[in-house]
């Protein structure tokens, strides 16, 4: 039997395959409502490896707070899936631009995942009505 950290079980149950995710170990998740949906809100953090700005390759970078991102996921089991990513932000101490890291699971400037914008071309293929797929 292989066994998990609850971070490396999360991120195989929501098949994300970025090293850079990982999870706490206590408070991951919480169930809350709007409106009349249930919303699975999974917590996160978005770790970054940057050594140079990417924009001038200067070494001379520092911590410059965080942000929070909100990723809609694949439902699952009746439960809508959002994903509350904390990321690290930095800035450049050369050309004062600001940058944080990204990753494979969402486009930047998005809110909307890779996989869910993958499931709704899928179902766009089949021949049903706008209101099931809205649904």
Excluded: W
């Excluded at 439902?75 to 904390?86: A, D, G, R």
Aim: net charge positive; hydrophobic share 35%; proline share 3%.
């Amino acid at each position: 039997m292989i066994s998990l950290s609850l971070s490396n079980f999360i991120k195989t149950i929501l098949n994300i395959q970025d090293d850079n995710i990982s999870f706490p170990e206590e408070e991951y998740y919480q169930v809350i409502q709007k409106g009349d949906h249930l919303i699975k809100l999974f917590k996160g953090f978005l770790k970054s490896d940057y050594c140079a700005c990417p924009h001038c390759n200067s070494k001379n970078i520092v911590k410059n707070g965080s942000r929070i991102r909100k990723i809609k996921y694949i439902p699952i089991q009746n439960y809508n899936i959002e994903l509350e990513l904390n990321v690290q932000r930095h800035i450049c101490m050369e050309c004062k631009k600001t940058f944080s890291p990204s990753t494979n699971i969402v486009s930047d400037n998005s809110s909307i995942s890779n996989n869910l914008k993958f499931a709704i071309a899928l179902e766009l293929q089949k021949n049903i009505s706008l209101t099931s797929i809205a649904k």
